[in-house]
């Protein structure tokens, strides 16, 4: 009854490169001296620390056994409620795609927009990455399209792709409008306010931005989407996808599966749609609400779980489903996705390894102070890479500007730099990143809702990836050739 399930070698494969992620970050702990700065707690709760205070520190007492037990202190570590919240998230998430496909809603959503937009696909594809890529610039959404991904993967089924466009169109989008940010409140707001800039200054040039880079996805996806069209068996899921693919054949394929339904049943299947959209109208109200309401936005994402899973209940329920039918499914989605949460757990861990080693803020000062003295088109490339190393221990963009911008803002105007650029530095590191590396939740979420292994996503995404650094540094070199400001 799962529509929804992690395979057997995504699961395995997950894991051994956590496993060899994990180990490094235990051995760090052996080697790298510990340290602290002297630090204090702003108002939302989160870890400010102060330039120039770092000091060495007697190395703590971190046995080897637990790293292996990492995962499992995560539980109750202070990123605890990060992670159940997570894990009610995915749980909620595949128990209401299993509901919505078993009960036909899914199927008649799909076939409604494939008959209608079939023969101009591409505008259609046009559209979609605009809109996550737009969601995510303006309002910072990434976590929360994690609903959507099985919907635009069966979307691209149905148009002669494969899971990895679905993928594409809507978490890459995503991230890729997330890291172009204009006014993602998470990127963007918090790091200019950190820096002392006026909040959402120098938008003007992050729109060229985001248009940039808007283009470079259109036509990384366009070009792949056209190869398999010609050549299906080209696709790098060609044999895992053979299954989902069968189902979602055609707009056919899917009518002759409506198509046994009574007249009655088809009433019932539309009036479950009207209510299903309306659950989503009220998601991307909370996803707005979020901007000017601070309560609502740390409540997003366990209240996005809610109304996606309430609203699959009701429609299921319009559709004529019965309650026993209804526990059996979510019951089968919650087995189906539950290695997902190991993998989560692990994920989380190599921060929590790094953490309780004490090695944190040495790293952070290593790299503080090699930023200084050097020339301020290297300054700028040193930021950014700061930034992508700390994602690999800390995936929030909240979390890792509190951390670095006190440190980074002042060195970077001391070199030449504007903070305006600063902020920019930092954008680009901590977005792209976001569905680059093994330990991001909501990566290993998304992979694990399909039948791609990491392995598979990393060989589709790393020249995009190659591409997306390369303009990124364009952009920052011609920011600090043109003082981009204001400071």
């Not at 009854?1 to 051995?27: D, S, Y």
């Not at 702003?42 to 790293?67: C, F, M, T």
């Not at 009207?274 to 991307?284: E, N, P």
């Amino acid at each position: 009854e799962a529509t929804i399930r992690i395979g057997k070698r995504t699961f395995l494969t997950a894991i051994a490169i956590l496993g060899i992620l994990m180990l490094a970050a235990g051995i760090l702990t052996q080697v790298v001296p510990a340290g602290s700065f002297d630090s204090w707690m702003v108002a939302d709760g989160s870890l400010q620390l102060q330039p120039g205070s770092y000091h060495e520190v007697a190395r703590p007492d971190y046995p080897v056994w637990r790293w292996i037990t990492a995962p499992v202190e995560v539980l109750w570590s202070a990123d605890a409620p990060m992670v159940l919240v997570i894990i009610f998230f995915i749980l909620a998430v595949a128990g209401a795609v299993s509901l919505l496909e078993k009960s036909g809603v899914l199927a008649s959503v799909i076939a409604g927009i494939v008959r209608r937009f079939m023969n101009v696909r591409y505008l259609l594809l046009a559209v979609v990455v605009f809109f996550f890529m737009l969601m995510g610039a303006m309002i910072g959404t990434f976590e929360e399209n994690i609903a959507l991904v099985p919907i635009l993967i069966a979307l691209a089924y149905c148009l002669k792709w494969d899971s990895l466009v679905g993928l594409g169109m809507s978490i890459l989008a995503s991230c890729f409008g997330f890291t172009a940010a204009i006014t993602n409140p998470f990127s963007i707001a918090i790091t200019q306010k950190l820096s002392g800039l006026p909040l959402y200054s120098g938008s003007g040039f992050r729109v060229l931005v985001f248009i940039a880079f808007y283009a470079l996805l259109m036509l990384f996806l366009v070009r792949y989407a056209k190869r398999i069209e010609r050549n299906p068996e080209r696709s790098l899921v060609f044999m895992e996808d053979q299954a989902l693919r069968v189902r979602y054949a055609s707009i056919e394929t899917l009518e002759e599966e409506l198509g046994h339904e009574s007249p009655e049943q088809r009433h019932r299947v539309r009036t479950a749609i009207m209510a299903f959209t309306g659950a989503l109208v009220l998601v991307f109200a909370v996803i707005v609400g979020g901007l000017f309401v601070p309560v609502l936005s740390e409540l997003s994402l366990p209240l996005i779980a809610l109304l996606f899973l309430g609203g699959s209940l009701v429609a299921s329920r319009i559709a004529g489903m019965g309650g026993k039918r209804i526990l059996g499914i979510l019951g089968a989605s919650s087995a189906g996705i539950a290695p997902g949460i190991v993998l989560i757990l692990m994920a989380m861990s190599v921060k929590f390894i790094i953490s309780h080693g004490g090695i944190m803020d040495t790293i952070l000062d290593f790299v503080a102070r090699s930023i200084g003295g050097t020339s301020p088109f290297v300054t700028v490339l040193l930021i950014y890479l700061l930034i992508l190393l700390l994602e690999v221990f800390i995936g929030s963009s909240s979390a890792k500007a509190f951390l670095i911008m006190p440190l980074v803002a002042p060195l970077s105007t001391l070199v030449g730099i504007t903070r305006q650029t600063s902020v920019l530095a930092f954008s680009f590191g901590d977005g792209f990143s976001n569905v680059l590396y093994p330990t991001n939740p909501v990566l290993l979420i998304c992979l694990g809702l399909t039948v791609v292994t990491f392995p598979k996503w990393f060989r589709w995404t790393w020249k995009l990836q190659l591409a997306a650094s390369v303009l990124a540094c364009a952009f920052l070199f011609i920011a600090v050739a043109i003082h981009y400001g204001p400071q």
